[in-house]
């Protein structure tokens, strides 16, 4: 399975982003996806997991401001409000388990990344 992520970009504090995933095929409809997250110098985090049956995991950080959502193959992640804390790669991942799970390990495919860069 490959998965292709997309929709990064520059955008100023306050503003919104898209991102996508998209699966070569339609495993993501069976599993967990997940949304992660690197910024430089740290480790990778948990972003947002979206379960077989819709329903969704959010980080703290990501609560109020990201939503996680899912269309056939693809899987999107709507960031609104976004603060220049939120620089980083993101990367989605299909998860072992229907449920999902916070925990990279826990995810046998992994995308590529997209850079999300915020501006004060």
């Known amino acids: 399975v490959q998965l292709q992520a997309s929709g990064g970009g520059l955008v100023q504090a306050g503003g919104s982003l898209r991102l996508s995933c998209a699966a070569s095929?339609?495993?993501?409809?069976?599993?967990?996806v997940g949304w992660f997250r690197r910024a430089p110098g740290k480790e990778r985090e948990f972003v947002a997991a979206?379960?077989?049956?819709?329903a969704t995991t959010y980080s703290d950080t990501a609560k109020g401001r990201f939503t996680i959502s899912r269309d056939n193959a693809k899987v999107y992640l709507q960031m609104n409000s976004l603060k220049p804390d939120d620089t980083a790669v993101y990367y989605c991942?299909?998860?072992?388990?229907?449920?999902?799970?916070?925990?990279?390990?826990?995810?046998?495919?992994w995308g590529q990344g997209t850079q999300v860069t915020v501006s004060s």
């Open positions: 991942a299909v998860a072992r388990s229907a449920y999902g799970s916070t925990i990279g390990t826990s995810h046998q495919y």
């Open positions: 095929r339609r495993t993501s409809s069976n599993n967990g």
């Open positions: 979206i379960a077989w049956n819709g």
